[in-house]
C-alpha cells in the first residue's frame, strides 16, 4: 500500500532537523520502499511517498522524527489503476 506523509517543521527546530537528516539521513525500516520526497521552498512543510505491507513500518519510521517534526500520514490508491478500477466495476 501506496502512504503519502505531510510534514512540518517549527522555525525554532529547523537547525535540529537539519542537523538529524545530516547525520543520520532518513531512518527508514526495512520492509519500507521509498518513492520520493519532496520539500516546498521557502516554507517548513516537505512530503513524501513510500509503500509498505506494513503500516506499522510507518509508523515506526515517523518515530524516529516527531519530536521535532509533525506528521499527517494518508494511505493512498493510485487513482487510474485502483480507484477508477474500483468506480467502473
Given at each position: 500500500?501506496?502512504?503519502?506523509?505531510?510534514?512540518?517543521?517549527?522555525?525554532?527546530?529547523?537547525?535540529?532537523?537539519?542537523?538529524?537528516?545530516?547525520?543520520?539521513?532518513?531512518?527508514?525500516?526495512?520492509?519500507?520502499?521509498?518513492?520520493?520526497?519532496?520539500?516546498?521552498?521557502?516554507?517548513?512543510?516537505?512530503?513524501?511517498?513510500?509503500?509498505?505491507?506494513?503500516?506499522?513500518?510507518?509508523?515506526?519510521?515517523?518515530?524516529a522524527w516527531n519530536d521535532?517534526?509533525?506528521?499527517?500520514?494518508?494511505?493512498?490508491?493510485?487513482?487510474?489503476?485502483?480507484?477508477?478500477?474500483?468506480?467502473?466495476?
Amino acid at each position: 500500500m501506496l502512504f503519502v506523509s505531510m510534514y512540518s517543521w517549527d522555525k525554532e527546530k529547523r537547525d535540529e532537523v537539519i542537523k538529524r537528516r545530516l547525520e543520520k539521513g532518513v531512518m527508514i525500516p526495512s520492509g519500507i520502499r521509498r518513492i520520493g520526497e519532496w520539500t516546498a521552498i521557502g516554507r517548513r512543510v516537505g512530503f513524501s511517498v513510500a509503500e509498505t505491507d506494513d503500516p506499522k513500518l510507518i509508523v515506526q519510521a515517523n518515530m524516529a522524527w516527531n519530536d521535532i517534526i509533525d506528521y499527517d500520514i494518508f494511505p493512498v490508491l493510485d487513482t487510474e489503476k485502483d480507484l477508477l478500477g474500483l468506480l467502473k466495476g
